[in-house]
């Protein structure tokens, strides 16, 4: 097993004896990189230089040093606005990764041939070639609307179970949440339905170019990749090109700009950010002048016009009783998740708390569900 500092112990005492990672290296005599290399798991101290950094934070090597497991899941967020990942939300999710590994052996045999991007780049023209090939795959041409129904047998196709949830719309890190158990190579992606439309279809997108890349799953580059794919998915290069074309024929005024962009926008059902960044980064690709609007502008109008919450287009009412959420997940998301959860719950007597903790569910509620999927 490779070795690697325990990142959490570090930066707690740290914290505790005063220091800072720059007057850590100089007691060190290392550079203020390798102490980050460190932390970031591209380096490991020498055998002389690690009992000299034991030494000054006063820990154990067992409490210093950690072995990577093979097994631990690989998460990563879909955040919330501004929303700050901590170790106490990896932790969690891993912990939910941990609790989901009984449940495998319950759900149905994989695909073994899955589509992959064996070389993910942000390259415009190169996610360009990428995006095309999707829709290709997908059956729609590239001016068509991208409805989050044609993505889901390519999660169900790239050994991905789609877990809908209703986290509700406030007071939360993330919208959705991707576990990977690189162990039994099975993703699970946890989507907030209690999320707007447009953000809704975003989301799904990102999530599809994790199942694509899952070498990249829970890396800054795996989160760049899956931005700029869900992005020019939802709105290729040839809908940035028209869009571009209307845009300059308002003359730089910018209500008739942030008109056609928003007109564009309804016609795709996605966000207006999205068909924004789009034209820029078409304009800017093949050298032409940017649109003249400020992006604030943008994300003013953005958040004053938003479409329908996924719950209000499924459900009425809503929230729905268990029985219709179940449905919902199966015959909408062809979901097998509740199916497995029902057979391990008849053969291994699994309890509530168990449906509390890996869906995140208030007591009332993973009673309630139980109580569904028991019978």
């Given at each position: 097993?490779?070795?690697?500092i325990?990142?959490?112990?570090?930066?707690?005492?740290?914290a505790?004896?005063?220091l800072?990672?720059?007057?850590?290296a100089n007691?060190?005599g290392?550079s203020?990189?390798?102490?980050t290399n460190?932390?970031?798991g591209?380096d490991f101290?020498?055998?002389a230089?690690?009992?000299?950094?034991?030494a000054t934070?006063r820990?154990?090597f067992?409490q210093?040093?950690?072995?990577?497991d093979?097994?631990?899941?690989?998460?990563?967020?879909?955040?919330k606005g501004?929303?700050?990942t901590?170790?106490?939300?990896?932790?969690k999710?891993?912990?939910?990764?941990?609790l989901?590994?009984p449940?495998?052996?319950y759900?149905p045999?994989?695909?073994?041939?899955?589509t992959?991007?064996t070389?993910?780049?942000?390259?415009?023209h190169k996610?360009?070639?990428?995006?095309?090939?999707?829709?290709d795959?997908?059956?729609?041409?590239e001016?068509?609307e991208?409805?989050?129904?044609?993505?889901?047998?390519?999660f169900n196709?790239?050994?991905a179970?789609?877990v809908?949830v209703m986290?509700?719309?406030?007071q939360?890190h993330?919208?959705?949440l991707?576990?990977?158990?690189?162990?039994e190579?099975?993703t699970?992606i946890?989507?907030?339905?209690d999320?707007?439309?447009?953000?809704?279809?975003?989301?799904m997108?990102?999530?599809?170019a994790?199942?694509?890349?899952?070498?990249?799953?829970?890396?800054?580059?795996g989160e760049?990749?899956?931005?700029?794919?869900a992005g020019?998915l939802?709105?290729p290069?040839?809908?940035?090109?028209?869009a571009?074309?209307d845009?300059?024929?308002?003359?730089?005024?910018?209500s008739a700009?942030?008109?056609v962009l928003?007109?564009?926008?309804y016609?795709?059902l996605?966000?207006l950010?999205t068909?924004?960044q789009?034209?820029?980064?078409?304009?800017?690709?093949?050298?032409l002048?940017?649109?003249m609007i400020?992006e604030?502008k943008?994300?003013q109008?953005?958040?004053?016009?938003q479409?329908?919450l996924?719950?209000?287009?499924l459900f009425d009412p809503?929230?729905p009783a268990?029985d219709?959420?179940?449905?919902?997940?199966?015959?909408?998301f062809?979901?097998?998740?509740f199916?497995?959860l029902?057979?391990?719950i008849?053969?291994?007597?699994?309890?509530s708390?168990?449906?509390?903790q890996i869906?995140d569910?208030s007591v009332?509620?993973?009673?309630?569900l139980?109580?569904e999927?028991r019978h």
């Open positions: 097993m490779q070795k690697t325990n990142t959490e112990t570090f930066r707690t005492a740290l505790e004896h005063g800072t990672q720059k007057q850590l007691a060190l290392v203020s990189q390798a102490v460190w932390l970031k591209k101290p020498r055998p230089t690690l009992l000299k950094l034991a934070l820990l154990t067992e210093l040093v950690q072995a990577d093979p097994g631990k899941p690989v998460v990563a967020f879909r955040k501004n929303a700050k901590t170790d106490i939300h990896i932790s999710a891993q912990g939910i990764g941990r989901l590994k449940l495998v052996p759900l045999e994989m695909q073994a041939l899955r992959l991007i070389s993910p780049s942000i390259d415009y996610l360009q070639v990428a995006v095309s090939q999707t829709r795959r997908l059956g729609i041409g001016k068509a991208l409805e989050y129904k044609y993505l889901i047998n390519e196709d790239s050994g179970i789609l809908p986290w509700g719309t406030k939360r993330e919208n959705a991707h576990i990977r158990l690189p162990q190579d099975v699970f946890f989507l907030n339905l999320t707007r439309i447009e953000d809704f279809k975003f989301w997108a990102h999530e599809l994790h199942v694509y890349t899952p070498d990249l799953a829970g890396t800054e580059k760049d990749f899956a931005d700029a794919f020019a939802l709105f290069k040839a809908c940035a090109e028209a571009y074309r845009a300059l024929n308002a003359n730089g005024i910018d700009i942030l008109n928003q007109q564009h926008s016609e795709y996605i966000s950010n068909v924004y789009q034209v820029k980064q078409y304009a800017k690709a093949n050298n002048p940017p649109i400020e604030k943008i994300h109008a953005r958040n004053s016009n479409g329908k996924i719950t209000e287009i809503a929230p268990p219709h959420y179940i449905a919902a997940s199966e015959r909408i062809q979901s097998d998740f199916q497995a029902r057979r391990m008849h053969e291994e007597d699994t309890c708390s168990y449906l509390q869906l569910l009332h509620d993973a009673r309630a139980y109580e999927l």
